[in-house]
């Protein structure tokens, strides 16, 4: 799998992320270790997790499986932390809290290291230079090599970066021909600064699989209690057009609409690299299979096109 540079950094992960934020509670650890062992297998490198996946599960079972299925130094770690579902306010990124959690994670995953620690959420409750110090002393310690910010605004992000004694190397934030509205000004602000996009959900919750077209599915995150008013917003007329372009250029190229979704954002300008995540290791090697696939550029203005409207939402 083809390697590359996160923003400015000297930071080098694969352009396919593994996400796991369904580990420990849909994805069992047996399913868990068969997609790590294929992504992996494959040139596969950059793992996403959280310390708030599945209450942690996560990182447990990720953690479980360094050593049994791949070695440490195999894969880089990208973890969060800034999130307190059970603390006094739900966004929580205060020196205390983040120190306290990047224990836990590190913990968690048997470990001495995060290779990309990213703050969860922007939180309007704490100084901004208390946040940015507890990162500071999480590199300077050793526990951290990078660090980098998830679901910040674009004038969030700008403000983290300007304000930082050190750099900001990623930007993780939902990006897909469903949603593209980050192009409007956080790509733009994340490439001033030198940072790299991770793109979360690149195939807009699981929609422009085509899997919802006709039906759902029994056995879909739509189905599920845990996702189903997540996918729920793309379900809707509005993003229609462009489900059925997606599987329109899919059987013109003779692949899966999965593919063609994600080749599109893997693509895209400041994109380092799409985070897929799978219940099973069969799904997972079907969004593998896209390492191949590279968007004809009559294809690519074709589905720019149909989206664009969704640049304002």
């Not at 050190?166 to 469903?178: C, G, I, M, T």
Request: proline share 4%.
């Amino acid at each position: 799998m083809e390697m590359r540079r996160v923003g400015t950094s000297g930071l080098w992960v694969s352009r396919l992320a593994l996400g796991t934020m369904t580990w420990g509670r849909d994805t069992d650890a047996d399913d868990a270790g068969a997609q790590l062992k294929a992504f992996v297998n494959v040139g596969g490198a950059l793992v996403d997790t959280a310390d708030v996946y599945t209450d942690g599960l996560s990182e447990s079972v990720l953690g479980g499986l360094l050593a049994t299925v791949v070695e440490r130094d195999e894969l880089t770690i990208a973890t969060k932390a800034g999130i307190d579902p059970a603390g006094t306010r739900r966004r929580n990124t205060s020196r205390g809290h983040l120190l306290s959690a990047l224990d836990a994670s590190l913990q968690r995953l048997g470990t001495d290291y995060i290779d990309l620690w990213q703050l969860h959420a922007w939180d309007e409750h704490t100084p901004l230079e208390e946040t940015l110090s507890a990162l500071e002393i999480a590199v300077r310690s050793g526990r951290v090599r990078y660090v980098g910010v998830s679901n910040f605004a674009a004038w969030q992000l700008a403000t983290a970066a300007s304000r930082s004694n050190f750099a900001l190397v990623s930007s993780q934030v939902e990006y897909s021909l469903l949603a593209r509205a980050v192009e409007k000004d956080l790509t733009p602000a994340a490439e001033f600064h030198g940072m790299g996009v991770l793109a979360w959900s690149p195939l807009g919750r699981g929609v422009l699989t085509g899997k919802y077209r006709s039906s759902t599915p029994p056995d879909s995150r739509a189905a599920s209690p845990h996702f189903q008013s997540f996918v729920g917003r793309y379900l809707d007329d509005s993003h229609t057009r462009v489900v059925d372009a997606v599987a329109t250029a899919a059987d013109g190229l003779g692949v899966s609409p999965l593919a063609v979704a994600l080749a599109w954002v893997r693509d895209r300008p400041g994109v380092v690299a799409p985070i897929v995540g799978a219940r099973t290791s069969g799904q997972l090697m079907a969004s593998l299979q896209s390492e191949d696939l590279t968007l004809p550029s009559e294809i690519r203005a074709a589905l720019d096109d149909v989206s664009a409207v969704l640049l304002a939402h």
